[in-house]
């Protein structure tokens, strides 16, 4: 990927998405329209080209190629990836014969040099195919992104750059058209692609999915998530899913006339087909197993794990860790500017083991910034570092609160007893802490005035949060998950007075002893779960 979020996706690939959206050259291509939003080196405008050339010379070969000046309208931003594609089309077009001044008027109408997301477009599309930009908000300048969120309303939270090239990119298809998109799948599960999700779930059908993840689909490594999705613009219904195939030609040939295919596809083969899967903004739950039906079960049995008297959060952000963060008996400000942190190395080892660090407590208990005039070794100690402190956004958006973190400190909380979860792991790493440290950012935290925390630990490492997180997360690069607040809040678990005794009891035992086979026999009862529940949880870490 490069500073412009671009990557650059390969041949095979290319052709496996115009097969799925139908730019097949046995088609009349030349009476239709397609679009590429962000074309880059070229690879989906070439190969699209190729197609439609070839469709011209079959279908309508006595008319004139400047015919063909409506079928295709590209869009890219960077000029000199602009220029060095429109080379590679002059020469694509002359090797077919198509001549020099027919071809300059092609390129002419075909390409457009500007951002997709501002630029006028003219008429509907049939076609929307390409590998829209992974550019972060933060990289955005201000004022461009506040003219972005007057046009596109799936503009949410901190949504990339992406979403709003899909919104746009559906917003142009005319009935029955379809789009192929290759591109990151954090926003069919995460909070900010709820609105995008909603729009699908209304106006059209999400017709294929396919997993890409640890694929060599681009022609450098990626660490987003990749998937491809094609998405109609006709009635919802069903959705084939594919997972992971093998970058290869005949491969994928293969595969997208089984994706094609008229009748449903074989139960035992690499196609699956779900309804329902778009539901209002709901996550999208790409997966046919055994995991999703027991999720749905204990979703319908039991309450979110915050309804049954749980808080589930994550620790302090800093901007600035070198500044804020430092041996806690080294941190030259008064006893009560400081607290004892503990972050993820401390909890590698499944217990805590305390590396002595603090960070500096900057908030007066009302939340509000202490004055510095009443503590002078925190002004001596904050000031000797305000170069860098006030470089930070969170301080240039307010310069008197130069001094603050980002996330607000609750110095009471380094006293409560709590669960303590890493953000990113294969498997759920739970930990408990019993009331001595503040957490730091990596780490998400829970605690209870209800459960009790051994019993809820029990409950948590017998595979019940990896169950939901993996169900809703996206997974990283290496099969890794993201054990998030907005994952784990949707838990299900018991009230803690619903429980049996000896349930109670069995649950904090095995939780103390670290016994994964008890807390797994314990939970298995605990929910009630039959014989083959009991194997899909006990099975979901694979």
């Known amino acids: ?23 097949t050259p046995d088609r009349p291509l030349h009476e239709e329209r397609l679009l590429e939003p962000s074309f880059g080196h070229g690879e989906f405008l070439l190969a699209a080209i190729e197609r439609l050339v070839a469709a011209w010379q079959t279908h309508a070969p006595r008319v004139s190629a400047v015919s063909l000046a409506n079928c295709i309208r590209a869009v890219e ?7 060095e594609t429109r080379g590679r089309i002059m020469a694509s077009l ?3 014969a198509v001549p020099v001044h027919e071809a300059k008027q092609l390129v002419q109408a075909w390409l457009i040099q500007g951002d997709f997301l501002l630029v006028p477009l003219s008429g509907t599309f049939d076609y929307v195919v390409g590998n829209p930009p992974y550019v972060r908000q933060e990289l955005i300048p201000d004022a461009l992104l506040a003219e972005y969120r007057t046009r596109y309303r799936t503009i949410f939270d901190r949504a990339d750059i992406y979403i709003p090239f899909i919104e746009r990119s559906l917003s142009v298809l005319g009935e029955g058209g379809a789009l192929g998109f290759i591109c990151a799948d954090r926003w069919m599960k995460n909070r900010y692609g709820g609105p995008l999700r909603q729009m699908v779930a209304e106006r059209f059908h999400l017709k294929f999915y396919i997993d890409m993840h640890d694929t060599p689909a681009f022609h450098s490594e990626v660490i987003a998530y990749p998937a491809i999705t094609v998405i109609v613009r006709e009635k919802p219904g069903r959705t084939r899913i594919a997972r992971r195939p093998i970058i290869e030609k005949s491969v994928l040939n293969s595969l997208a006339k089984i994706l094609l295919a008229s009748q449903a596809p074989n139960s035992n083969g690499p196609v ?29 049995d039991f309450p979110a794990i915050e309804d049954a008297g749980c808080k589930v959060g994550i620790g302090v952000a800093t901007g600035a860790d070198d500044a804020f963060i430092g041996p806690f008996d080294e941190l030259d400000v008064e006893d009560d500017r400081k607290l004892p942190l503990v972050m993820t190395k401390d909890i590698l080892s499944g217990t805590v083991q305390w590396r002595g660090l603090g960070i500096v407590n900057p908030f007066a208990e009302d939340g509000s910034l202490v004055d510095l005039g009443k503590y002078p070794r925190l002004r001596r100690y904050l000031e000797a570092r305000k170069d860098q402190l006030a470089k930070r956004h969170v301080a240039q958006k307010a310069p008197a609160n ?3 973190t ?17 953000d990113i792991k294969g498997k759920a790493h739970v930990v408990y802490e019993d009331g001595k440290l503040y957490p730091h950012h990596n780490l998400y935290f829970i605690t ?19 169950l939901f997180v993996a169900t809703y997360s996206t997974r990283m690069r290496g099969g890794y998950l993201r054990f998030q607040a907005q994952y784990l809040r949707r838990i299900r678990l018991p009230r803690w007075a619903d429980v049996p005794n000896v349930i109670k009891k069995e649950l904090v035992t ?3 002893k670290g016994d994964t086979s008890a807390c797994n026999s314990a939970v298995f009862r605990l929910y009630s779960l039959s014989k083959e529940e009991c194997a899909t949880l006990d099975g979901n870490g694979e």
């Open 1 to 23: 990927m490069d500073e412009r979020g671009a990557v650059f996706t390969r041949r095979e690939v290319v052709d496996f998405i115009l097969d799925l959206v139908g730019y």
């Open 77 to 83: 931003l960077h000029r000199a990836s602009f220029e």
């Open 94 to 96: 002359q090797r077919h």
């Open 272 to 300: 699956k087909e779900i309804a329902n899967i778009t539901a209002g903004a709901q996550p999208w739950i790409l997966d046919s197993s055994d995991q999703v039906k027991l999720v749905r079960r204990l979703e319908r």
């Open 402 to 404: 130069w001094y603050r």
């Open 406 to 422: 980002i996330d607000r400190i609750y110095p009471e909380l380094t006293w409560r007893p709590k669960l303590l979860i890493p």
């Open 448 to 466: 209870s005035d209800e459960w009790d925390l051994h019993a809820l630990q029990a409950v948590l490492l017998s595979g019940i949060a990896r």
């Open 510 to 512: 095995a939780a103390r």
